[in-house]
């Protein structure tokens, strides 16, 4: 029997993949996954374990090389996705990204900024990066897509201070401020949290020194 469950995660990574997991527990394993939506047939509790690896500042052929290199090693994988956008034959600039990485099409890496990896579970970690050094370099790429995320709300927000630039009338001004501040803050709270975690490895760096 499948189950049908709508989220979006503004904390993509880590919030995601703890969701996942709390679905396994309870005899959920994901089947498919959408924009904000999820399909997962029923499991053996604890059967399956999930991780959730962000490829969005790669280029398409090097994520999609990647991909098939984990599912090489036995993983299951599925692409998901960041943001929201339901078009086709778009085109974006991605300025966090490196390389070709910051020009993202779809079809090809647009809206496939993530991958969820699921394993049967045998009582080893899933850690695909046990390195300090590869953990620093993904949350600092995930830190810069936020960052990038919460500068471009702020400039939204400023530009709706600037006056005799948009048609609507003020009520619908004052909705919009409204909505900016509130996905500005979700987006702030994982901002400081990977930075904080980013802070931490670098601590702990320090000490194997």
């Not at 995660?9 to 679905?23: H, I, V």
């Not at 939506?37 to 374990?49: A, G, L, R, W």
């Not at 086709?88 to 809206?111: C, D, E, F, H, Q």
């Not at 400023?158 to 048609?167: G, K, Q, V």
Request: glycine content about 8%.
């Amino acid at each position: 029997m499948s189950k049908i469950v709508y989220r979006y995660f503004f904390d993509f990574a880590d919030g995601q993949e703890k969701w996942l997991n709390s679905m396994a527990e309870c005899g959920f394993r994901l089947k498919k996954c959408g924009k904000i939506s999820y399909i997962f047939d029923e499991c053996q509790p604890n059967e399956y374990e999930y991780a959730v690896e962000y490829v969005g500042h790669k280029a398409y052929s090097q994520a999609k090389d990647y991909r098939g290199y984990l599912e090489s090693m036995g993983f299951r994988t599925f692409t998901k996705n960041m943001n929201l956008n339901y078009s086709y034959g778009k085109v974006k600039l991605r300025p966090y990204a490196s390389g070709m990485g910051r020009i993202a099409a779809s079809p090809g890496g647009y809206n496939k900024e993530l991958l969820i990896l699921e394993k049967k579970r045998d009582g080893k970690s899933f850690e695909l990066h046990t390195d300090l050094a590869d953990k620093l370099d993904i949350y600092r790429w995930i830190k810069r897509a936020y960052t990038w995320a919460v500068l471009m709300i702020l400039l939204l927000g400023t530009m709706t201070f600037i006056p005799n630039t948009s048609p609507i009338s003020d009520i619908m001004i004052l909705t919009v401020r409204v909505l900016l501040l509130i996905a500005g803050g979700l987006l702030l709270i994982p901002l400081i949290k990977y930075s904080s975690l980013i802070k931490c490895l670098k601590d702990e760096g320090k000490i194997y020194e």
